[in-house]
């Protein structure tokens, strides 16, 4: 037979009814987060700053493109070679961006325009 460790309360591990459990004492009256909230927030900054650096090497990748091939027409499969090191698979970029288009910024189609998309435009 398992038995339950003792702790304040009725003497079960289980507090008795009508005593706050720690998670409901309160304690706090201004800009409490939750350990849920704290995550949500750095999941939303990494996914911002994640998104504007893919950003930035795929328009990269297209700058050099263009200026090997001359051309914005780019193969789904096709994958970039960035002087860093990096790679960026271009085709599947541009694919994305192109299908996503509605939630880019006016500064990251102005970017793509000038590089020569029309469907940025």
């Not at 309360?9 to 304690?27: D, H, I, W």
């Not at 795929?58 to 990096?86: C, F, N, S, W």
């Amino acid at each position: 037979m398992r038995t339950l460790a003792r702790t304040a309360g009725n003497g079960l591990g289980v507090p008795e009814p009508g005593t706050a459990t720690p998670s409901r004492q309160g304690g706090c009256e201004t800009g409490c987060t939750t350990p849920e909230d704290r995550s949500a927030n750095q999941r939303e900054d990494r996914g911002a700053a994640k998104g504007s650096d893919a950003f930035t090497r795929g328009v990269a990748a297209l700058t050099q493109y263009i200026a090997r091939e001359g051309k914005t027409v780019v193969g789904r499969g096709h994958v970039e070679h960035l002087p860093d090191g990096t790679t960026v698979r271009l085709g599947v970029f541009l694919s994305n961006q192109k299908s996503r288009r509605d939630r880019l910024s006016e500064q990251q189609l102005a970017t793509l325009a000038a590089l020569g998309l029309e469907w940025a435009a």
